[in-house]
Each structure stands twice: as structure tokens, then as C-alpha cells.
């Protein structure tokens, strides 16, 4: 029963996601962790870290790690599989038809439409996970000097990971 209630949570989280991993962070919040429960706000914070340092995309990794968390080997294959069932068909239709999509009117105005609503969800989810990642004064002078290092110096996503983890092992431990 659990693992078609994954299979069918994230079947449903994939359908509806446009914009990638970011955009999905609001609804995977509200079904894993508001509506079902799977995940406390913190391991969902712990989550998303997590499926940022793994090599892949962000909703098959979360995917992956919910359902991991929840049901074991099984869990986390009917997770992946569910978050990426619908788009995989949806890629398959829209490459098959992608000569029509391209010059249509209703489908630019549906991608532009979508695009305000896209930003809006990637904004929600980082106003949830600031308001539990922030916990401390430490938590907004590292969120502080990372930002400036990303944006000011253009430094590599990559190396500001390794750098935040490196002041958060310092400070916290």
C-alpha cells in the first residue's frame, strides 16, 4: 500500500511540475511533508542539500531520497519512477509533435503564462526553506558571505558548497 501511495504521491508531484527540480520544492513540501508526513521540516531541508550535492536532477533525487527514507530499495525506485512516468511520456508526445509546438501561438502563450507562476514557486520555496535553515545569527552571516562570494566574486557553485560546509563543520561543531 505504501509503495503505491509513493508511486502515485510523486506521479502526481511530476505531472504538474513545470520548471524543474525548484519549482517542484512548494508541492513536494506540502505532500511529503504537510500532507502525508513522511518527512519532518528538517530532514526535508536536509533533503534538498542532499539532492543538491548528488549528481543528477533535483525531483529524481528527492524522489529518490523520500522514498528511500520511507520504504527502503522499493520505496525509492516507486518514488523515481512515479516523479518521472508522466514527463517521460510528455517529452515523447511534445518531441514527436515538436515541429507544430514551435510556430504556435497557444503554446507560446502557455510558456509565457507559465513563466511568472514558475518564478513565484521557486520563490515560495526558498522563503519555506529560509525560514527553518536560518536558524541562528551564525545561519545569516554564512547565508551572508556565501551570497556575496556567489554574486560579487562569481564564485563556482560548486566550491561555495564545499566552503559552506567547511564554516558550518567550524561553527557548529
Known amino acids: 500500500m505504501i509503495l503505491l501511495s509513493l508511486f502515485f504521491t510523486f506521479m502526481l508531484i511530476g505531472m ?33 542539500a542532499l539532492s543538491q550535492i548528488t549528481p543528477g536532477p533535483i525531483a529524481i533525487n528527492s524522489a529518490t531520497f523520500i522514498g528511500f527514507q520511507i520504504a527502503s530499495v522499493a520505496g525509492a525506485a516507486f518514488a523515481t519512477v512515479g516523479v518521472v512516468f508522466v514527463p ?4 515523447g508526445i511534445v518531441s514527436k509533435y515538436s515541429e507544430r509546438f514551435k510556430e504556435s501561438k497557444v503554446v507560446e502563450g502557455i510558456f509565457k503564462g507559465l513563466r511568472p507562476a514558475l518564478v513565484g514557486m521557486i520563490f515560495s520555496s526558498v522563503a519555506s526553506i529560509a525560514t527553518d535553515a536560518l536558524i541562528d545569527i551564525y545561519a545569516y552571516f554564512i547565508f551572508g558571505f556565501l551570497l556575496v562570494l556567489l554574486w560579487k566574486f562569481k564564485m563556482h557553485p560548486i566550491l561555495v558548497i564545499v566552503i559552506s560546509g567547511v564554516i558550518g563543520f567550524i561553527v557548529y561543531y
Do not use: K, N
Not at 513536494?28 to 531541508?45: A, D, N
Not at 517521460?88 to 517529452?91: G, N, P, Q, R
Open 88 to 91: 517521460f511520456f510528455l517529452v
Open 16 to 48: 504538474v511540475s513545470f520548471g524543474g527540480g525548484y519549482a517542484m520544492l512548494p508541492l513536494f513540501e506540502r505532500m511529503i511533508v504537510e500532507q502525508h508526513g513522511w518527512l519532518s521540516r528538517s530532514l526535508f531541508i536536509d533533503m534538498i
